[in-house]
């Protein structure tokens, strides 16, 4: 069962564009969302992370936009750039307590931004 | 500050053989998690261990098992390997405390 979906699979931006990537759960419970960053033969990197209490949280040129009662958060990178070009995965967990943190994944975004 | 190492960076094994991946945490992290990515796919959780015990297991078979080490540093194990298993395992520490997971850059695992 996939619990966290994630769109679009792919996404071609023009360098200052807003590229958009959307993910939805199912899972009620869950109350950590990151997202991360993955360039080709590396590990994710991650970005940025919000918890349900807040609605929005930025870091730099990334937004998480989250919507509590639509079970959906969506990432924003702002005047993106040829480096942005990744693959781009977000997450969910229920923290259960220390040592209890397994992330779901989404099926991950590849964006490539276009000078 | 080192981040999370992992060991060896690539490896190729024939099925049926058995394999022993290892990771070393950021320092003062005492959590590893282990997660398996198949190629054009999200990462998927197959175990974390805290203060050296186990404390979450994903769907897979018993042909993996993991441990940790007083130092915190963990082993992953998979015995008689099939071609499903060709992957980049990824290794993640964090502090434990419902923190932020830090992936190291993976191990490439080839079964022919």
């Known amino acids: 069962q996939q619990q966290v979906k994630q769109s679009p699979q792919s996404l071609i931006v023009q360098k200052g564009g807003i590229p958009i990537i959307n993910c939805a759960y199912e899972?009620?419970?869950?109350?950590?969302f990151p997202w991360y960053q993955q360039f080709p033969g590396k590990g994710p990197a991650l970005l940025i992370a919000i918890r349900p209490d807040v609605s929005e949280k930025k870091e730099g040129r990334f937004t998480i936009s989250f919507n509590k009662s639509a079970k959906q958060f969506s990432l924003h990178i702002m005047d993106s750039q040829p480096g942005d070009s990744a693959t781009y995965f977000c997450?969910?967990?229920?923290?259960?307590?220390?040592?209890?943190?397994?992330?779901?994944f989404g099926t991950g975004t590849r964006l490539t931004i276009i000078p | 500050d080192a981040g999370v190492t992992q060991s060896p960076t690539h490896l190729i094994k024939t099925r049926g053989q058995q394999v022993t991946l290892r990771c070393s945490p950021i320092s003062g992290h005492k959590s590893v998690s282990w997660y398996q990515q198949v190629l054009g796919q999200g990462p998927q959780f197959i175990f974390q261990y805290y203060e050296k015990e186990e404390r979450g297991r994903g769907n897979f078979p018993d042909r993996f098992s993991a441990r940790q080490f007083p130092n915190y540093s963990s082993e992953l194990n998979v015995n008689a390997l099939l071609l499903g298993d060709s992957a980049l395992y990824l290794c993640a520490s964090s502090l434990g405390s419902g923190s932020e997971q830090y992936f190291g850059p993976g191990t490439r695992l080839t079964v022919t």
């Open positions: 997450a969910a967990s229920k923290i259960r307590g220390f040592g209890n943190e397994k992330l779901t």
């Open positions: 899972n009620t419970a869950f109350d950590y």
